[in-house]
């Protein structure tokens, strides 16, 4: 079956730098993958999508990659804020399914 | 835009006990989620509505889960009997689309705590 496989350590930067998060899958390529923000007590929210055929994607402070040969995405935050403490989980998109991995936590600290 | 409704918010019983979650999508989106969440895990789905039709329920517990999506708009989650196994964060989701990567949409769940 398919797997969707992020680390399952906390990750713990000092604000103002990058905080990078990684999410690897197994078997088959995604069509798409999508990147959500979940707070403790809150459902996830959809930050940013990249499909198959893009290497990377961009929005405000966020950057997202693929790599397809890796079976990797990374997802970049710059400029780090406390406020973007959360869970970020990694969805693997494809023959009509939405696959979540089961997120990293990032600690960004003052 | 009005987000996705869900309630109760928590929810605690003991097990064999009954429980039915209700769900209120984003007005016009035509597909509808419910995902369950255990602590420290990503969310799994549960079943996929398209209107009020059935897409994918394979890994739903079909001897104690239901669903229904009457009118093709609101959804409950039901969950008879219960078992501790169940305690979970049942989390609804809806997108405007089905299979062409539309984001989902959450709302904040209801925790449920089987006792």
């Known amino acids: 079956s398919q797997k969707i496989e992020q680390n399952s350590e906390a990750l713990n930067i000092q604000e103002g730098k990058t905080a990078t998060l990684t999410c690897n899958y197994t078997?088959?390529?995604?069509?798409?993958l999508q990147w959500y923000r979940q707070d403790p007590g809150r459902g996830p929210v959809f930050l940013l999508l990249?499909?198959?055929?893009?290497k990377e994607k961009r929005k405000e402070r966020l950057k997202v990659t693929f790599d397809t040969t890796l079976k990797q995405s990374l997802f970049h935050i710059t400029a780090s804020q406390p406020a973007d403490s959360a869970t970020y989980l990694c969805?693997?998109?494809?023959?009509?399914?939405?696959?979540f991995g089961a997120g990293t936590r990032l600690a960004v600290h003052p | 835009e009005a987000g996705v409704a869900q309630s109760p918010r928590y929810k605690i019983i003991e097990k064999r006990q009954s429980v039915a979650f209700w769900c209120n999508p984003i007005?016009?989106?035509?597909?509808l989620y419910w995902y369950q969440q255990i602590l420290g895990q990503g969310p799994k789905l549960l079943i996929q509505?398209?209107?009020?039709?059935?897409?994918?329920d394979s890994q739903l517990p079909k001897d104690r889960f239901s669903a229904e999506r009457l009118k093709g708009v609101d959804s409950t989650l039901k969950i008879q009997p219960a078992k501790l196994e169940d305690s979970a964060v049942y989390l609804c989701?809806?997108?405007?689309?089905?299979?062409?990567?539309?984001?989902?949409?959450f709302g904040n769940g209801t925790r449920l705590t089987v006792t």
């Open positions: 969805a693997w998109g494809g023959y009509n399914k939405l696959i």
């Open positions: 078997n088959y390529s995604p069509a798409y």
């Open positions: 509505f398209q209107n009020n039709g059935v897409v994918d």
């Open positions: 007005s016009g989106h035509a597909t």
């Open positions: 989701a809806s997108s405007a689309r089905t299979g062409d990567n539309s984001p989902l949409h």
């Open positions: 990249i499909r198959e055929n893009e």
